[in-house]
């Protein structure tokens, strides 16, 4: 399940980190009568009643004359980006950027807090805000109760020790709310895993950087995705993906290339996004490639200089921080897609793969 992104923005010792630690009942940012005590924004992830799974962020105090304050003031803006539900707070006298008409521009539902109300008053105002959405599945409907899937899933270097990546927690425990019939296997025993199995799976789900392996050992009427085409398709928009995976093939020696994680990890020696894409597209292209990689809230104001744009799955992000992402591009006339959409189509199989 998504979770809930309520940001939390105002000047300067407007109370805002006192609101967010008393919403969570904890300590979760530091509150201080010193102007600025918030430098960075600050995430608590906690579930709220009629809210579920919410993220909670604290941003920098607007309004900051210091010589940081330009920069503290561009990290809050970013946090825009992905806000579900904007909570404003103002302070008497203090001046700064109006975030509640920024969010309301957005489409971002606007809270604005009155000094002295209750978080129980409060938290009744953010669940009548929340954005009602249907249920939106992963598989969408690539399956049904009793459709037998198969869930192709590497454990490399990449995968943590002892657990199981996101998107395959998130597919599989799908799979099992929707009353389907999962089965799990590494590239190495697909063939095996093949062989046990009564009849063909109705699905075959795999990690897009073995897309060619598992497409060369499953028969062409073996439908096949994967875990982040179908991350590309319920948080981004699949068909703008689909269309800016056209460029790859537009790409020459010298062109400036995106390469957008949601995330900020320490990159692996086999790092999809920061080694391999790139080396498939510099393969593609016929020569070298500048490509650049913004992790986490970095991504860049100007996206004229690239002429395409690969982001991640998103499987930490919510579905807004990736639309907004998309409409930046649109806006800049770049193409964008994902990592799954990306490495279909370098493997020559784009036009195979199921799409939700």
Known sequence: MERLHIAFFGPTNSGKSTLVNALAGQEVSLVSPLPGTTTDPVRKVIELPGLGPCVLIDTAGLGDVSALGAER?????????????????????????????????????????????????????????????????????????????????????????????????????????????????????????????????????TDSQVFAKVNGALPEDCPLTSFSVLLAAAK??????????????????????????????????????????????????????????????????????YSLIVHCGACVANARLVRSRIRKALLAGVPITNYGIALAALNGILGRISIP
């Open 73 to 205: 003031e561009r990290l809050t803006r970013a946090i825009l980006d992905e806000t579900d539900i904007a909570v404003i707070l103002d302070a008497p006298g203090v001046k700064g950027p109006d975030f509640g008409t920024l969010a309301a521009q957005a489409g971002i539902p606007v809270i604005r807090y009155t000094r002295g109300e209750s978080t129980a008053s409060l938290l009744e105002r953010l669940v009548a805000a929340a954005p009602r959405e249907e249920q939106k599945f992963l598989t969408g409907s690539l399956v049904q109760a009793g459709s037998s899937v198969l869930l192709v899933m590497p454990q490399d270097s990449e995968a943590p020790k002892g657990r199981l990546i996101l998107p395959q927690v998130q597919v599989l425990r799908e799979l099992l709310d929707r009353g389907c019939v999962p089965h799990c296997c590494t590239p190495d025993s697909l063939p095996a895993a093949l062989e046990s199995l009564s009849r063909l799976p109705d699905l075959t789900i």
């Open 236 to 305: 981004g928009d699949v068909r703008v993906f689909v269309e800016g995976a056209r460029a790859i093939d537009a790409l020459r020696p010298g062109d400036r290339v995106l390469v957008a994680e949601a995330c900020t990890h320490v990159p692996d020696t086999e790092d999809i996004g920061r080694v391999k894409i790139p080396a498939l597209l510099r393969k593609r292209a016929g020569g070298s490639l500048r490509v650049d990689i913004a992790a986490g809230n970095d991504f860049p104001e100007d996206l004229s200089p």
